[in-house]
């Protein structure tokens, strides 16, 4: 049974940086592609980042682009979503998510391309 498991969640102030992360088990973690979406409050989950199998090119969305960054680690079974000057609006529950072998990147950003999903953790950007 695959699990992901997210975490670093938590409060912080404008301008800031966060790592989330995101442990995977039950699955060859190199042969997943991962990827990060969020649900404001109030709101439908979108998509926020990806990275395939070969971590050979990552993928964000245009409102996250230049300010976080997706990462793996094979050897360590995890994927990682760095936010810098973060923003009250990307106050959110963060979700990671997994499907095995390489998408088509254009299919990257939808939740159906997704086999597996983490439980997510919160995020609050405030001062």
């Known amino acids: 049974q695959v699990q992901l498991v997210e975490s670093g969640g938590g409060w912080v102030r404008p301008g800031d940086s966060l790592r989330l992360s995101c442990a995977v088990s039950g699955r060859t973690f190199s042969s997943l592609s991962m990827a990060w979406f969020r649900q404001a409050p109030g709101k439908e989950r979108e998509y926020v980042a990806a990275i395939r199998v070969g971590a050979s090119t990552t993928y964000a969305a245009d409102s996250v682009k230049g300010r976080f960054t997706v990462s793996r680690d094979n050897g360590k079974n995890t994927a990682y979503l760095q936010m810098n000057s973060v923003k009250p609006e990307d106050t959110a529950v963060y979700y990671c998510?997994?499907?095995?072998?390489?998408?088509?990147?254009?299919?990257?950003?939808?939740?159906?391309?997704?086999?597996?999903w983490g439980q997510g953790t919160e995020v609050t950007v405030s001062s």
């Open positions: 998510a997994a499907v095995t072998g390489r998408p088509i990147s254009g299919i990257l950003r939808s939740e159906s391309t997704y086999e597996y």
